[in-house]
Protein backbone atom coordinates (compact mmCIF):
# COMPACT_ATOMS: atom_id res chain seq x y z
CA UNK A 1 0.00 0.00 0.00
CA UNK A 2 1.64 3.62 -0.86
CA UNK A 3 1.97 5.43 1.97
CA UNK A 4 -0.12 9.20 2.19
CA UNK A 5 1.75 11.79 0.99
CA UNK A 6 3.60 13.99 3.85
CA UNK A 7 3.38 17.47 4.16
CA UNK A 8 6.71 19.20 2.99
CA UNK A 9 9.37 20.08 5.84
CA UNK A 10 9.83 23.90 4.70
CA UNK A 11 12.50 24.25 7.80
CA UNK A 12 14.34 20.71 6.40
CA UNK A 13 17.97 20.75 7.19
CA UNK A 14 17.59 23.99 9.09
CA UNK A 15 20.81 25.48 11.46
CA UNK A 16 20.78 25.05 15.62
CA UNK A 17 21.17 28.89 15.15
CA UNK A 18 21.37 32.06 13.36
CA UNK A 19 22.99 35.31 14.37
CA UNK A 20 19.99 37.19 12.59
CA UNK A 21 16.64 35.86 11.89
CA UNK A 22 14.87 38.41 9.28
CA UNK A 23 10.84 37.90 9.42
CA UNK A 24 9.47 38.76 6.24
CA UNK A 25 10.98 39.67 2.29
CA UNK A 26 9.77 42.77 1.59
CA UNK A 27 12.47 45.13 0.00
CA UNK A 28 13.53 46.08 3.65
CA UNK A 29 13.66 42.75 4.98
CA UNK A 30 15.48 41.48 1.60
CA UNK A 31 17.77 44.12 1.40
CA UNK A 32 18.82 44.03 5.43
CA UNK A 33 19.02 40.18 4.77
CA UNK A 34 22.07 40.87 2.15
CA UNK A 35 23.54 43.54 3.67
CA UNK A 36 23.82 41.58 6.87
CA UNK A 37 25.30 38.14 4.79
CA UNK A 38 27.73 40.34 3.14
CA UNK A 39 28.54 41.73 6.77
CA UNK A 40 29.43 38.32 7.15
CA UNK A 41 26.44 37.13 9.37
CA UNK A 42 24.37 33.86 9.67
CA UNK A 43 20.61 35.06 8.49
CA UNK A 44 17.71 32.93 8.07
CA UNK A 45 15.41 35.21 5.44
CA UNK A 46 11.75 33.33 7.04
CA UNK A 47 9.01 34.31 4.62
CA UNK A 48 5.29 33.42 5.51
CA UNK A 49 4.15 33.58 1.55
CA UNK A 50 5.39 31.31 -1.44
CA UNK A 51 6.68 34.14 -2.88
CA UNK A 52 9.58 36.80 -1.75
CA UNK A 53 9.15 40.38 -2.91
CA UNK A 54 6.20 41.23 0.18
CA UNK A 55 4.14 44.35 -1.96
CA UNK A 56 7.11 44.28 -4.57
CA UNK A 57 5.48 41.33 -6.66
CA UNK A 58 3.46 40.33 -9.19
CA UNK A 59 1.27 37.08 -10.15
CA UNK A 60 0.68 35.28 -13.72
CA UNK A 61 -2.57 34.38 -15.47
CA UNK A 62 -3.08 32.08 -18.35
CA UNK A 63 -2.79 33.52 -21.58
CA UNK A 64 0.64 34.64 -20.70
CA UNK A 65 -0.34 37.94 -18.92
CA UNK A 66 2.34 38.78 -15.93
CA UNK A 67 0.89 42.11 -13.32
CA UNK A 68 2.64 43.98 -11.46
CA UNK A 69 1.63 45.35 -8.37
CA UNK A 70 3.73 48.14 -7.03
CA UNK A 71 5.99 48.72 -9.81
CA UNK A 72 4.90 51.83 -10.87
CA UNK A 73 7.27 54.37 -10.50
CA UNK A 74 10.29 55.52 -7.94
CA UNK A 75 12.82 58.00 -7.53
CA UNK A 76 16.06 57.65 -9.21
CA UNK A 77 17.80 57.16 -5.83
CA UNK A 78 16.51 53.91 -6.44
CA UNK A 79 19.28 53.27 -8.84
CA UNK A 80 21.86 54.07 -6.45
CA UNK A 81 20.44 51.37 -4.02
CA UNK A 82 20.52 48.82 -5.97
CA UNK A 83 24.25 49.44 -7.12
CA UNK A 84 25.85 49.57 -3.84
CA UNK A 85 23.50 47.27 -1.85
CA UNK A 86 22.46 44.76 -4.26
CA UNK A 87 24.33 44.71 -7.72
CA UNK A 88 25.52 46.68 -10.97
CA UNK A 89 23.63 44.55 -13.27
CA UNK A 90 20.19 44.90 -11.28
CA UNK A 91 20.99 48.64 -10.84
CA UNK A 92 21.66 48.75 -14.80
CA UNK A 93 17.88 47.73 -15.56
CA UNK A 94 16.62 50.87 -13.56
CA UNK A 95 14.87 53.01 -16.69
CA UNK A 96 13.02 56.32 -16.77
CA UNK A 97 9.40 56.52 -17.48
CA UNK A 98 9.03 59.62 -19.39
CA UNK A 99 5.36 60.70 -19.94
CA UNK A 100 3.66 61.22 -16.75
CA UNK A 101 -0.20 62.60 -17.06
CA UNK A 102 -2.91 64.33 -15.03
CA UNK A 103 -6.22 64.53 -15.98
CA UNK A 104 -8.73 66.13 -14.03
CA UNK A 105 -11.52 68.75 -14.31
CA UNK A 106 -8.78 71.53 -13.03
CA UNK A 107 -6.14 70.93 -16.03
CA UNK A 108 -4.75 68.10 -18.06
CA UNK A 109 -1.32 68.01 -19.04
CA UNK A 110 1.76 65.49 -19.79
CA UNK A 111 5.97 66.13 -17.58
CA UNK A 112 8.13 64.01 -17.19
CA UNK A 113 7.91 64.58 -13.46
CA UNK A 114 11.06 66.43 -12.96
CA UNK A 115 11.91 69.41 -11.06
CA UNK A 116 13.17 71.22 -14.69
CA UNK A 117 9.32 70.73 -16.05
CA UNK A 118 7.40 70.99 -12.40
CA UNK A 119 9.36 74.63 -12.43
CA UNK A 120 8.26 75.34 -15.96
CA UNK A 121 4.57 74.06 -15.78
CA UNK A 122 4.26 75.58 -12.23
CA UNK A 123 5.52 79.66 -13.91
CA UNK A 124 3.79 79.14 -17.22
CA UNK A 125 0.69 76.77 -16.74
CA UNK A 126 -0.03 78.31 -13.35
CA UNK A 127 1.30 81.65 -13.46
CA UNK A 128 3.50 81.28 -10.39
CA UNK A 129 6.02 83.67 -9.78
CA UNK A 130 9.99 82.30 -10.13
CA UNK A 131 10.82 83.70 -6.96
CA UNK A 132 8.27 81.63 -5.28
CA UNK A 133 8.68 78.77 -7.35
CA UNK A 134 12.59 78.52 -6.59
CA UNK A 135 12.04 79.57 -2.69
CA UNK A 136 9.87 76.31 -2.33
CA UNK A 137 11.92 74.04 -3.83
CA UNK A 138 14.62 75.20 -2.02
CA UNK A 139 12.32 74.43 1.35
CA UNK A 140 11.23 71.09 0.41
CA UNK A 141 14.57 70.21 -0.49
CA UNK A 142 16.04 71.19 2.79
CA UNK A 143 13.59 69.22 4.72
CA UNK A 144 15.10 66.81 6.87
CA UNK A 145 14.38 63.76 9.00
CA UNK A 146 15.48 65.41 12.01
CA UNK A 147 13.32 68.53 11.83
CA UNK A 148 11.02 69.50 14.14
CA UNK A 149 7.78 68.70 12.84
CA UNK A 150 5.79 71.03 12.81
CA UNK A 151 4.28 72.55 9.97
CA UNK A 152 1.56 70.02 7.84
CA UNK A 153 1.63 70.10 3.80
CA UNK A 154 -1.31 71.64 3.95
CA UNK A 155 0.25 74.61 5.74
CA UNK A 156 3.18 74.51 3.42
CA UNK A 157 1.15 74.64 0.68
CA UNK A 158 -0.96 77.74 1.82
CA UNK A 159 2.20 79.87 2.65
CA UNK A 160 3.74 79.31 -0.80
CA UNK A 161 0.40 78.95 -3.04
CA UNK A 162 -2.58 80.41 -0.55
CA UNK A 163 -6.14 79.45 -2.44
CA UNK A 164 -4.39 77.77 -5.76
CA UNK A 165 -6.47 74.29 -4.85
CA UNK A 166 -4.82 73.26 -8.77
CA UNK A 167 -1.67 73.45 -7.78
CA UNK A 168 -2.14 71.78 -4.57
CA UNK A 169 -3.48 69.24 -6.99
CA UNK A 170 -0.56 68.74 -9.03
CA UNK A 171 1.92 68.73 -6.08
CA UNK A 172 0.23 66.46 -3.73
CA UNK A 173 -2.10 63.89 -6.48
CA UNK A 174 0.97 61.83 -7.11
CA UNK A 175 2.44 61.38 -3.75
CA UNK A 176 -0.98 60.94 -1.87
CA UNK A 177 -0.91 57.70 -4.70
CA UNK A 178 2.95 56.96 -3.65
CA UNK A 179 3.05 56.93 -0.23
CA UNK A 180 -0.85 57.55 1.31
CA UNK A 181 -0.18 60.81 3.03
CA UNK A 182 -2.61 63.95 3.23
CA UNK A 183 -2.21 67.40 3.34
CA UNK A 184 -2.29 66.99 7.39
CA UNK A 185 0.96 64.92 7.40
CA UNK A 186 3.87 67.02 8.55
CA UNK A 187 5.29 68.58 5.50
CA UNK A 188 8.33 66.48 5.84
CA UNK A 189 7.11 63.64 4.64
CA UNK A 190 5.74 65.32 1.93
CA UNK A 191 9.35 67.83 1.25
CA UNK A 192 11.07 64.42 1.38
CA UNK A 193 9.35 62.32 -0.41
CA UNK A 194 8.53 65.22 -3.16
CA UNK A 195 11.70 66.04 -3.45
CA UNK A 196 13.70 62.43 -4.42
CA UNK A 197 10.96 62.24 -7.25
CA UNK A 198 11.79 65.77 -8.16
CA UNK A 199 15.80 64.99 -8.63
CA UNK A 200 15.54 63.66 -11.86
CA UNK A 201 11.87 61.84 -12.29
CA UNK A 202 9.94 58.24 -11.72
CA UNK A 203 11.74 55.74 -13.03
CA UNK A 204 10.87 51.75 -13.49
CA UNK A 205 12.75 48.43 -13.62
CA UNK A 206 12.92 47.07 -17.19
CA UNK A 207 12.06 43.11 -17.12
CA UNK A 208 9.28 43.61 -14.42
CA UNK A 209 9.15 42.44 -10.60
CA UNK A 210 9.76 38.84 -11.32
CA UNK A 211 13.01 39.82 -12.79
CA UNK A 212 13.94 41.90 -10.12
CA UNK A 213 13.20 39.45 -7.26
CA UNK A 214 14.54 36.37 -9.09
CA UNK A 215 17.97 38.35 -9.41
CA UNK A 216 17.68 39.36 -5.93
CA UNK A 217 17.01 36.04 -4.49
CA UNK A 218 20.35 34.50 -6.16
CA UNK A 219 22.24 37.62 -4.36
CA UNK A 220 21.09 36.72 -1.25
CA UNK A 221 21.92 32.73 -1.86
CA UNK A 222 25.07 33.74 -3.24
CA UNK A 223 25.55 35.91 -0.07
CA UNK A 224 24.94 32.93 2.14
CA UNK A 225 21.53 33.82 3.19
CA UNK A 226 19.31 30.71 4.46
CA UNK A 227 15.86 31.41 2.61
CA UNK A 228 12.58 30.04 3.79
CA UNK A 229 9.38 30.42 2.04
CA UNK A 230 5.70 29.05 3.33
CA UNK A 231 7.56 29.73 7.05
CA UNK A 232 5.19 31.78 8.81
CA UNK A 233 7.50 33.33 12.18
CA UNK A 234 4.88 33.12 15.17
CA UNK A 235 6.52 34.32 17.89
CA UNK A 236 9.69 36.16 19.15
CA UNK A 237 10.80 34.62 22.25
CA UNK A 238 12.35 37.20 24.35
CA UNK A 239 13.96 36.92 28.32
CA UNK A 240 15.36 39.79 30.11
CA UNK A 241 15.12 41.88 27.73
CA UNK A 242 16.81 40.24 25.30
CA UNK A 243 15.76 38.50 21.94
CA UNK A 244 16.34 34.59 22.05
CA UNK A 245 14.69 33.28 19.08
CA UNK A 246 11.78 32.88 16.91
CA UNK A 247 9.07 30.16 16.87
CA UNK A 248 8.57 29.38 12.69
CA UNK A 249 5.83 26.94 12.05
CA UNK A 250 5.86 25.27 15.23
CA UNK A 251 9.41 24.82 15.56
CA UNK A 252 11.93 26.65 18.00
CA UNK A 253 14.69 28.75 16.41
CA UNK A 254 17.61 30.33 18.49
CA UNK A 255 19.14 33.19 17.65
CA UNK A 256 20.93 36.53 18.66
CA UNK A 257 18.56 39.49 16.88
CA UNK A 258 15.28 40.11 15.01
CA UNK A 259 14.99 41.96 12.18
CA UNK A 260 11.52 42.20 11.79
CA UNK A 261 10.40 43.12 8.08
CA UNK A 262 6.28 42.39 9.41
CA UNK A 263 4.58 45.56 10.60
CA UNK A 264 5.52 47.33 13.26
CA UNK A 265 2.41 46.85 15.47
CA UNK A 266 2.63 43.41 14.81
CA UNK A 267 5.94 42.66 15.84
CA UNK A 268 5.15 44.09 18.59
CA UNK A 269 2.03 43.32 19.76
CA UNK A 270 1.56 39.50 18.52
CA UNK A 271 4.88 38.46 17.89
CA UNK A 272 6.87 39.88 20.88
CA UNK A 273 3.91 40.03 23.41
CA UNK A 274 3.51 43.88 25.01
CA UNK A 275 4.56 42.72 28.67
CA UNK A 276 8.26 42.68 27.40
CA UNK A 277 7.93 46.74 26.76
CA UNK A 278 7.51 49.65 28.84
CA UNK A 279 4.03 50.58 29.91
CA UNK A 280 4.84 53.70 28.26
CA UNK A 281 6.40 52.69 25.33
CA UNK A 282 3.07 50.37 24.90
CA UNK A 283 1.13 53.68 24.70
CA UNK A 284 3.30 54.83 21.89
CA UNK A 285 2.29 52.02 20.19
CA UNK A 286 -1.56 52.16 20.82
CA UNK A 287 -1.24 55.54 19.48
CA UNK A 288 0.22 54.70 16.00
CA UNK A 289 -1.97 54.85 13.37
CA UNK A 290 -1.98 52.58 10.52
CA UNK A 291 -2.01 54.45 6.44
CA UNK A 292 -4.53 53.42 4.12
CA UNK A 293 -4.64 50.47 1.42
CA UNK A 294 -5.10 49.84 -1.99
CA UNK A 295 -7.45 48.47 -4.51
CA UNK A 296 -6.00 47.64 -8.05
CA UNK A 297 -7.46 46.25 -11.20
CA UNK A 298 -5.54 44.18 -13.32
CA UNK A 299 -6.06 44.53 -16.89
CA UNK A 300 -4.42 41.55 -19.38
CA UNK A 301 -4.27 42.49 -23.26
CA UNK A 302 -4.90 40.13 -25.80
CA UNK A 303 -1.79 38.61 -27.36
CA UNK A 304 -0.92 40.12 -31.16
CA UNK A 305 -3.27 42.95 -29.40
CA UNK A 306 -1.78 46.53 -28.72
CA UNK A 307 -2.61 49.68 -26.81
CA UNK A 308 -1.71 52.94 -28.03
CA UNK A 309 1.12 55.29 -25.96
CA UNK A 310 -1.20 57.56 -23.83
CA UNK A 311 1.59 57.80 -21.07
CA UNK A 312 3.24 55.77 -18.76
CA UNK A 313 1.71 56.73 -15.56
CA UNK A 314 -1.75 58.56 -15.66
CA UNK A 315 -3.25 60.11 -12.55
CA UNK A 316 -6.88 60.30 -13.96
CA UNK A 317 -10.27 61.89 -11.66
CA UNK A 318 -13.30 63.47 -12.14
CA UNK A 319 -13.25 65.30 -8.51
CA UNK A 320 -13.30 68.68 -8.56
CA UNK A 321 -10.94 69.56 -6.59
CA UNK A 322 -8.27 67.24 -4.80
CA UNK A 323 -9.87 66.00 -1.96
CA UNK A 324 -8.04 62.86 0.13
CA UNK A 325 -11.82 61.62 1.87
CA UNK A 326 -12.78 61.18 -1.96
CA UNK A 327 -9.74 60.03 -3.04
CA UNK A 328 -10.28 56.93 -0.13
CA UNK A 329 -13.98 56.60 -1.26
CA UNK A 330 -15.46 53.26 -2.20
CA UNK A 331 -17.42 55.53 -4.36
CA UNK A 332 -13.93 55.82 -7.04
CA UNK A 333 -13.61 59.47 -8.59
CA UNK A 334 -9.23 59.21 -8.76
CA UNK A 335 -7.72 56.23 -10.51
CA UNK A 336 -3.72 55.83 -11.31
CA UNK A 337 -3.41 53.81 -14.42
CA UNK A 338 0.15 52.39 -15.03
CA UNK A 339 0.57 51.42 -18.75
CA UNK A 340 2.86 48.10 -19.16
CA UNK A 341 4.47 48.79 -22.67
CA UNK A 342 6.46 45.73 -24.19
CA UNK A 343 9.65 47.83 -23.30
CA UNK A 344 8.74 46.68 -19.76
CA UNK A 345 9.34 43.32 -20.43
CA UNK A 346 11.41 43.27 -24.33
CA UNK A 347 11.07 40.49 -26.07
CA UNK A 348 7.79 39.33 -24.50
CA UNK A 349 5.74 42.00 -26.74
CA UNK A 350 3.37 42.36 -24.31
CA UNK A 351 0.79 44.58 -22.40
CA UNK A 352 -1.19 44.99 -19.39
CA UNK A 353 -2.44 47.89 -17.79
CA UNK A 354 -3.16 47.91 -13.68
CA UNK A 355 -5.04 50.53 -11.93
CA UNK A 356 -4.99 51.85 -8.39
CA UNK A 357 -6.94 53.65 -6.32
CA UNK A 358 -6.19 54.08 -1.85
CA UNK A 359 -8.95 52.38 -0.51
CA UNK A 360 -9.80 51.69 3.26
CA UNK A 361 -10.45 48.04 4.48
CA UNK A 362 -13.24 49.04 6.79
CA UNK A 363 -15.41 49.29 3.10
CA UNK A 364 -14.46 45.97 2.02
CA UNK A 365 -13.98 44.13 5.38
CA UNK A 366 -17.19 43.43 6.35
CA UNK A 367 -18.76 42.37 3.18
CA UNK A 368 -20.91 39.23 2.66
CA UNK A 369 -19.42 36.57 0.19
CA UNK A 370 -22.08 37.92 -2.53
CA UNK A 371 -21.69 41.69 -2.23
CA UNK A 372 -18.02 41.31 -2.38
CA UNK A 373 -17.98 39.57 -5.75
CA UNK A 374 -20.57 41.81 -6.83
CA UNK A 375 -18.32 45.13 -5.15
CA UNK A 376 -15.24 43.96 -7.02
CA UNK A 377 -17.70 43.32 -10.48
CA UNK A 378 -18.59 46.49 -10.18
CA UNK A 379 -15.17 48.12 -9.34
CA UNK A 380 -13.56 46.34 -12.76
CA UNK A 381 -16.74 47.67 -14.98
CA UNK A 382 -16.25 51.30 -13.63
CA UNK A 383 -12.82 51.59 -14.11
CA UNK A 384 -12.97 49.98 -17.70
CA UNK A 385 -15.44 53.01 -18.36
CA UNK A 386 -13.22 55.73 -16.76
CA UNK A 387 -10.01 53.73 -19.00
CA UNK A 388 -12.62 54.30 -22.38
CA UNK A 389 -11.66 58.05 -22.37
CA UNK A 390 -7.91 56.83 -23.26
CA UNK A 391 -8.32 53.75 -24.80
CA UNK A 392 -11.74 53.71 -26.57
CA UNK A 393 -11.99 50.22 -27.30
CA UNK A 394 -10.37 48.92 -24.16
CA UNK A 395 -13.08 46.31 -23.71
CA UNK A 396 -12.54 44.51 -27.07
CA UNK A 397 -8.25 44.62 -26.35
CA UNK A 398 -8.48 42.63 -23.01
CA UNK A 399 -9.10 39.01 -22.34
CA UNK A 400 -8.33 39.16 -18.93
CA UNK A 401 -9.36 41.47 -15.71
CA UNK A 402 -9.73 40.90 -12.15
CA UNK A 403 -9.23 43.42 -8.44
CA UNK A 404 -7.80 43.24 -5.32
CA UNK A 405 -8.98 44.76 -2.57
CA UNK A 406 -7.55 45.75 0.66
CA UNK A 407 -8.34 41.88 1.72
CA UNK A 408 -6.35 41.18 -0.61
CA UNK A 409 -3.20 42.82 1.05
CA UNK A 410 -3.91 42.16 3.85
CA UNK A 411 -4.03 38.19 3.20
CA UNK A 412 -1.07 38.03 1.00
CA UNK A 413 1.55 40.30 3.23
CA UNK A 414 -0.25 40.11 6.86
CA UNK A 415 -0.55 44.19 7.63
CA UNK A 416 -3.25 45.07 9.84
CA UNK A 417 -5.77 46.36 7.45
CA UNK A 418 -4.06 45.70 4.53
CA UNK A 419 -2.10 48.90 5.02
CA UNK A 420 -0.10 49.24 1.79
CA UNK A 421 2.29 52.11 3.32
CA UNK A 422 2.56 51.24 6.67
CA UNK A 423 2.18 53.74 9.63
CA UNK A 424 1.40 57.71 10.09
CA UNK A 425 4.46 59.70 11.04
CA UNK A 426 4.64 58.43 14.28
CA UNK A 427 5.40 54.52 13.13
CA UNK A 428 8.81 55.82 12.47
CA UNK A 429 9.53 56.68 16.19
CA UNK A 430 8.18 53.58 17.62
CA UNK A 431 10.13 51.50 15.01
CA UNK A 432 13.47 53.43 15.87
CA UNK A 433 12.85 53.00 19.81
CA UNK A 434 12.58 49.26 19.44
CA UNK A 435 16.12 47.98 19.93
CA UNK A 436 16.16 50.92 23.06
CA UNK A 437 13.48 48.25 24.24
CA UNK A 438 14.35 44.98 23.45
CA UNK A 439 18.22 44.46 22.82
CA UNK A 440 18.55 42.11 19.86
CA UNK A 441 15.21 43.71 18.25
CA UNK A 442 15.24 45.82 15.16
CA UNK A 443 12.65 46.70 12.71
CA UNK A 444 12.46 47.90 8.93
CA UNK A 445 9.74 48.04 6.85
CA UNK A 446 7.23 50.82 6.07
CA UNK A 447 6.61 53.17 8.76
CA UNK A 448 6.17 57.06 8.95
CA UNK A 449 5.44 57.33 5.30
CA UNK A 450 9.52 58.46 4.40
CA UNK A 451 10.44 54.95 4.91
CA UNK A 452 7.63 53.03 2.85
CA UNK A 453 7.56 52.79 -1.06
CA UNK A 454 10.31 50.89 -2.67
CA UNK A 455 13.33 53.15 -2.36
CA UNK A 456 12.00 53.75 1.58
CA UNK A 457 11.66 50.45 2.39
CA UNK A 458 14.71 49.46 0.79
CA UNK A 459 16.96 52.46 2.15
CA UNK A 460 15.48 51.82 5.74
CA UNK A 461 16.27 48.23 5.55
CA UNK A 462 20.18 49.15 5.10
CA UNK A 463 19.85 51.58 8.29
CA UNK A 464 18.47 48.68 10.58
CA UNK A 465 21.27 46.49 9.03
CA UNK A 466 23.90 48.49 9.75
CA UNK A 467 22.36 49.04 13.71
CA UNK A 468 22.03 45.06 13.59
CA UNK A 469 25.81 44.26 12.78
CA UNK A 470 26.65 46.83 15.59
CA UNK A 471 24.67 45.03 18.13
CA UNK A 472 26.05 41.32 16.38
CA UNK A 473 29.68 43.11 16.90
CA UNK A 474 29.26 44.56 20.57
CA UNK A 475 28.44 40.55 21.21
CA UNK A 476 31.32 39.20 19.57
CA UNK A 477 34.09 41.82 18.83
CA UNK A 478 36.21 39.47 17.18
CA UNK A 479 33.87 39.07 14.13
CA UNK A 480 35.50 39.71 11.29
CA UNK A 481 34.04 41.24 8.15
CA UNK A 482 33.60 38.82 4.89
C1 LIG B 1 -1.01 48.85 -4.68
C2 LIG B 1 0.33 49.35 -4.29
C3 LIG B 1 1.06 50.11 -5.16
C4 LIG B 1 2.31 50.59 -4.81
N1 LIG B 1 3.03 51.29 -5.72
C5 LIG B 1 4.28 51.70 -5.42
C6 LIG B 1 5.09 52.35 -6.39
O1 LIG B 1 4.70 52.55 -7.52
N2 LIG B 1 6.31 52.76 -6.02
C7 LIG B 1 6.81 52.55 -4.79
O2 LIG B 1 7.93 52.95 -4.52
N3 LIG B 1 6.07 51.90 -3.85
C8 LIG B 1 4.83 51.47 -4.14
N4 LIG B 1 4.08 50.82 -3.21
C9 LIG B 1 4.61 50.65 -1.85
C10 LIG B 1 5.73 49.63 -1.79
O3 LIG B 1 5.40 48.51 -2.55
C11 LIG B 1 5.94 49.25 -0.34
O4 LIG B 1 6.10 50.44 0.44
C12 LIG B 1 7.19 48.40 -0.14
O5 LIG B 1 7.28 47.41 -1.13
C13 LIG B 1 7.07 47.81 1.24
O6 LIG B 1 8.19 47.07 1.58
P1 LIG B 1 8.40 46.56 3.06
O7 LIG B 1 9.80 46.13 3.16
O8 LIG B 1 7.90 47.56 4.01
O9 LIG B 1 7.56 45.25 3.26
P2 LIG B 1 6.27 44.54 2.68
O10 LIG B 1 6.27 44.63 1.21
O11 LIG B 1 5.12 45.01 3.43
O12 LIG B 1 6.61 43.03 3.06
C14 LIG B 1 6.54 42.49 4.33
C15 LIG B 1 6.77 41.00 4.19
O13 LIG B 1 6.77 40.37 5.46
C16 LIG B 1 6.07 39.14 5.37
N5 LIG B 1 5.62 38.80 6.73
C17 LIG B 1 4.90 39.58 7.57
N6 LIG B 1 4.71 38.95 8.74
C18 LIG B 1 5.33 37.76 8.64
C19 LIG B 1 5.49 36.65 9.54
N7 LIG B 1 4.99 36.68 10.77
N8 LIG B 1 6.18 35.57 9.12
C20 LIG B 1 6.72 35.54 7.85
N9 LIG B 1 6.58 36.55 6.97
C21 LIG B 1 5.91 37.64 7.36
C22 LIG B 1 4.95 39.44 4.40
O14 LIG B 1 4.41 38.28 3.85
C23 LIG B 1 5.69 40.30 3.38
O15 LIG B 1 6.30 39.51 2.39
C24 LIG B 1 2.83 50.31 -3.54
C25 LIG B 1 2.10 49.52 -2.65
C26 LIG B 1 0.86 49.04 -3.01
C27 LIG B 1 0.11 48.17 -2.08
Redesign the pocket.
Known amino acids: MSKPPQPRDWLKDIQSAYDTVV ?9 SANVLAKLGHKVLL ?4 Y ?7 WFKRKGGHIMD ?7 RG ?1 IKTLRKYWSQDISKRVIQLKNIRFDNPQFSLTTSFDKIDFSHILKERFGILKEVVDEFFHTTRAMNFYDDVVMTTRELFEKYFPGRTDVWRFLMEPIT ?3 GSTLDEPAITYGIVFSNFMDKGVFTYQGGTDHLIKEMKKELLKNGVDIRTH ?4 KIYVEDKTVQGVR ?1 NGQDIPCKSVL ?4 II ?1 TIE ?2 TGEEHFDPEFIKEVKSVRLNN ?2 C ?1 VYMGIKKGETVPNVGDLLFSSVADEYCTEKILSKDVTSRTF ?1 FYYPEIRPGTNRYSIVS ?1 TNARYKDWANLSEKEYRHDKHDLEQTTLDALEKYVPDIRSKIDHIEA ?1 TPKT ?1 KR ?4 PS ?1 T ?3 TKFEGLKVSRDLPKQINGLFH ?4 GII ?8 N ?2 VIVANETDKFLRQLSPSLVTA
Do not use: D, R
Not at 231 to 234: G, R, S, T, Y
Open positions: IGSGLAGMTAEHHNLGGMATISLHGFPMYANCMVEISNSNTQLSSQSSSFYTLHGSFGAGSVMSGWLGAAYG
